[in-house]
């Protein structure tokens, strides 16, 4: 006689329910977590989705969703989503979200878009992933999608924190990727991982717009300076950062993109100016 009751699926109590599966905390201010993945579900490795909780409305008194765009951080092979998020003291969200664990539920809107995806740049032969703190999550996605090999000969992970430690999970991802089963032979010599830090002593120092201009990176990894004509960027972080990379970007060439007019570089601006 077979137990029935441990094969009966949770009754969901959230609108749009997912079920945390993880959930990892990697320093005081940044964490990681794992959901189920919704059938129905298809997305571009970059994309984005709403996800959240509820919250009861102060005037109403009424319970309502709240929230907030996040990249998917897992490929779109993975049968669970991750996302990398940071921990905000007073955020209308973060301040509760942190605080999830295994077994709960988070409201997850299966609807993704964003502009980080492969078919917003023209075809070229190296890629530039240039992030700054959870920014990083978008590019955690392309990094383990095999079509981010197929389609570009080099793949350089630039990203930028303010301390050690704040690397960690994209330094673990990147070093994982090496033994993956799937992808560990086509990242091999392909992917150049260049992290450095803004306010803790560190081999590589200095901020992503100093290190492209300067020539620094292109010294370091001893690759030849960004050439429109074979260069590749996507960008994700602060409105200051956005802006300021772009300047970069444009004064070697590249032109901005968009999901419907292909070229040589595209920014993810959902994040910028929300509440967390």
Request: charged share 25%; glycine share 8%; with cysteine.
């Amino acid at each position: 006689m077979t137990d029935t009751a441990t094969k009966t699926p949770a009754v969901k109590t959230l609108p749009d329910a997912q079920t945390v599966t993880s959930v990892k905390h990697w320093t005081d201010s940044l964490f990681s977590f794992r959901v189920t993945r919704p059938q129905s579900l298809r997305f571009r490795s970059g994309e984005f989705v709403m996800i959240g909780l509820m919250q009861t409305d102060e005037k109403t008194g009424k319970e309502k969703p709240l929230l907030r765009a996040y990249s998917i951080a897992s490929p779109n092979w993975d049968e669970e989503l991750e996302f990398y998020s940071i921990k905000v003291p007073d955020g209308p969200l973060t301040s509760r979200l942190q605080h999830i664990k295994e077994g709960d539920e988070i409201i997850l809107r299966p609807k993704p878009v964003g502009t980080l995806v492969h078919d917003a740049l023209l075809p070229g032969k190296r890629v530039w992933f240039l992030a700054t703190g959870t920014g990083l999550a978008p590019f955690a996605s392309l990094m383990r999608d095999p079509e981010t090999y197929e389609k570009f000969d080099e793949v350089i992970m630039m990203h930028t924190c303010r301390t050690v430690e704040e690397l960690t999970y994209g330094r673990e991802l990147v070093e994982g990727l090496q033994n993956d089963e799937l992808i560990g032979e086509m990242v091999e010599g392909k992917l150049k991982y260049y992290p450095t830090t803004t306010r803790e002593d560190f081999p590589t120092m200095g901020r992503i717009t100093t290190n492209l201009s300067s020539g620094k990176v292109f010294e370091d990894l001893g690759l030849a300076p960004m050439n429109p004509e074979t260069d590749r960027a996507m960008v994700c972080g602060s409105l200051a950062f956005n802006k300021d990379v772009m300047e970069v970007l444009e004064s070697f060439g590249l032109r901005e993109g968009a999901n419907s007019e292909p070229r040589e570089y595209v920014v993810e601006k959902a994040f910028v100016g929300e509440g967390v």
